[in-house]
């Protein structure tokens, strides 16, 4: 990909001869030719000049989808409907948008914040969608409507180009600093040390902030002592912040790389001088197309963040506009995925004369293979959400201008694995357990369970649900409610937002898992300290039913909620369940002797935390969905609800148990492991409990 200069000038030289000037692109249309008008919504930033860019894009479009059709009779044109994402009130934008029948797609939303807010009126609604914002959670939430169109890999490719950098330069240590109230952040945040981790880097630390707290995380980053530090700012002015802290630390600071929030001439005018040397990766066009080239070439400036991606999106349309015209039964959904399904032969690119190849050959019933300004436009066969390759700039500011450096994509030699749409991944670096003498137990006689969702609200649905479908488990299993204690909130089965009042699933159609639930405390009447005593059977007023086993009782813990590092969140306080508390209720269960064994399965971010320290206790096993530095993963999203059904740990947990009770200690973990896309799965104080190999869940399962 690097050093085709020469393919570069071959392209160059063939605009030019071409006559493909500033005039000739604002040349009249032949107004002779029957029209296929379809108006397109462009939600973009229009503020410190992008609008003049962004208009830029849609102009050359244009130029070239008259050239497209000079050898047809008829042609298509797009009417472009600007509107600024910066200013106006995107929900109520996107129900206009919705209710309009001469509307035929809508691009947009290069902030992550804004392509949720659009994507949940316009995709649920039957709009096509096509997005240059690719978070996690946008794609994972709406790729199930196929209405959403994203030009570029999701976020978790770019955080993986990122972390090849850092390799690739040599370095060891790496930390990161994100917005963890933003979506754009939180994808990093979610899938920054599951990388590290694969690409065998130390995390120094993940340093998140908020809008009002930026300072100390930036101040915190630039004293890590790590090698590099990955940056993924919500905004222009957090590069600044960030920028400010490393230079007062001078040379002692890691070295920086920023994310595609750095690229862009907004960048270069509201930081000047202060823009100078930052470094990054940003997606933009195959250099191989000669886009780049030729948009410096037609309007003497460097082409902003998502050109590329954007003029493939019209072209797209434009392709699907004439494809329907054709096949007037096909859908704009079923056109455009004719479209990109092509594979009969290479068409050329992205230029007039490459576009009229791809129309004649359409008229013609053929499947041409379409390449745009991106690249190969290749999206996944299945769901049609992502384009399946992006090209991403090494991009470097020198004296006020964007220095391309080197050209990436994700699978090249340093790739974790490879996605199919964005979010299919499978571990490869898993524990290693010995064989080890089996622990002499007393002989079984009961059995007890503590069940806890330790979240309130309607967004958090997924883990009331995953509590109550490991309760409904454990009761087919045998268990009665007098030997389960079960902690929820209970606000969801009767919430407002639920359409089907008292019913609540794990996955669609699935069992009300709500069913004759008992349920022993509700959430708000409890504190963290309240839990501790409930797990190491220390009886109160507050609290009168406890864990109360013996020596000859198997104890089994289920947790789902949210976690921050060095702590279980318990409902909306700040403070939570620290490794002290834990380690402390646990040690008070182990000196009275109230359990025979113990196996804890935890759900939270972070969860690792809390148990690594949680050791050296006999007949304890801990298994928790994420390592120290990692966020668990959401699994089932509902779009009809708007919220997320299941984990992915527990979901793997309780189908694994449905399907196969008597199973080893070590092929559970093995199964969990594998099954856990996005975080690596922890078993902690494995050398306490015994031969896992000979352990079997059924000794929780069956009682």
Not at 468 to 489: F, N, V
């Amino acid at each position: 990909m690097r050093n085709k200069l020469w393919l570069l000038f071959t392209i160059l030289l063939s605009f030019l001869a071409s006559g493909c000037s500033d005039d000739k692109i604002n040349e009249a249309p032949d107004l002779s030719k029957s029209t296929i008008e379809k108006t397109v919504a462009v939600i973009l930033p229009m503020e410190n000049g992008l609008s003049e860019h962004w208009n830029r894009i849609f102009t050359l479009l244009s130029h070239n989808i008259e050239q497209a059709f000079s050898d047809q009779e008829k042609r298509v044109k797009l009417n472009i409907e600007y509107h600024d994402e910066s200013s106006e009130n995107l929900e109520e934008l996107g129900s206009q948008l919705a209710d309009r029948d001469d509307l035929y797609a809508v691009i947009g939303g290069l902030y992550s914040t804004s392509a949720k807010t659009l994507a949940a009126t316009l995709c649920r609604t039957g709009v096509t969608f096509m997005t240059l914002a690719t978070t996690e959670e946008l794609v994972r939430g709406f790729a199930s409507t196929g209405n959403l169109w994203a030009l570029t890999e999701t976020d978790i490719t770019q955080s993986e180009v990122l972390l090849s950098k850092v390799v690739n330069y040599g370095g060891k240590t790496v930390g990161l600093i994100a917005n963890e109230t933003d979506d754009y952040g939180k994808t990093f945040v979610d899938w920054f040390a599951f990388q590290a981790n694969e690409l065998g880097l130390q995390v120094k630390g993940l340093y998140t902030y908020s809008s009002s707290d930026i300072v100390v995380a930036a101040d915190k980053a630039a004293q890590s002592g790590a090698d590099y530090v990955i940056c993924a700012p919500s905004h222009i002015a957090d590069i600044e912040v960030i920028v400010d802290k490393f230079n007062e630390m001078g040379y002692k600071a890691p070295r920086i790389l920023f994310s595609d929030m750095g690229y862009g001439s907004d960048v270069i005018e509201q930081l000047g001088k202060k823009a100078e040397g930052i470094e990054g990766v940003c997606f933009g066009a195959n250099p191989e197309t000669g886009f780049d080239v030729s948009y410096r070439t037609f309007f003497g400036t460097d082409p902003t963040v998502g050109a590329a991606q954007l003029y493939d999106a019209g072209m797209l349309l434009a392709y699907a506009a004439w494809y329907q015209e054709l096949h007037p039964e096909f859908s704009l959904r079923d056109a455009l995925r004719k479209i990109v399904d092509g594979r009969d032969f290479n068409m050329g690119s992205w230029m007039g004369e490459d576009m009229r190849n791809v129309v004649n050959s359409l008229s013609r019933g053929d499947a041409p293979y379409v390449r745009g300004a991106s690249g190969w436009l290749d999206f996944d066969s299945k769901v049609y959400t992502n384009v399946l390759s992006t090209i991403y700039y090494n991009y470097k500011i020198y004296d006020g201008h964007y220095l391309i450096l080197d050209y990436n994509t994700a699978d090249g030699g340093n790739r974790t694995e490879a996605t199919l749409a964005g979010w299919n991944w499978k571990a490869t670096q898993m524990q290693e357990f010995e064989a080890g003498s089996s622990i002499q137990y007393d002989p079984l006689t009961g059995h007890q369970a503590l069940i806890v969702a330790s979240s309130t609200g309607w967004s958090n649905y997924r883990h009331q649900a995953d509590a109550l479908a490991m309760y409904q488990l454990l009761k087919d299993h045998g268990y009665t409610d007098d030997s389960i204690i079960l902690i929820i909130a209970d606000d969801i089965a009767t919430h407002s937002n639920n359409p089907e009042k008292g019913v609540i699933r794990i996955k669609h159609g699935g069992e009300n898992v709500y069913t004759d639930a008992q349920i022993d405390y509700c959430l708000k009447d409890l504190s963290p300290e309240d839990f501790c005593n409930i797990l190491s059977g220390k009886s109160t007023a507050k609290t009168p039913t406890v864990v109360n086993g013996d020596k000859g009782t198997n104890l089994l813990l289920f947790w789902s909620g949210h976690g921050t590092p060095g702590a279980l969140c318990w409902d909306e306080l700040t403070r939570g369940i620290t490794p002290e508390m834990m380690r402390n209720a646990l040690s008070d269960l182990h000196v009275r002797k109230g359990y025979r064994k113990l196996a804890a399965f935890v759900e939270t971010c972070y969860s690792g935390s809390v148990f690594e320290g949680c050791t050296g206790f006999s007949g304890m096993i801990f298994y928790t969905a994420a390592n120290p530095y990692e966020s668990s993963k959401a699994d089932v999203f509902n779009t009809d609800l708007g919220v997320w059904m299941s984990n992915r740990f527990t979901s793997t947990l309780i189908e694994t148990l449905t399907n196969k009770s008597v199973i080893s200690m070590r092929d559970l973990y093995n199964r969990l492991f594998i099954n856990t896309v996005g975080s690596h799965v922890m078993v902690y104080n494995a050398d306490n409990y015994g031969n896992l190999y000979n352990s079997s869940m059924d000794e929780f399962l069956n009682p």
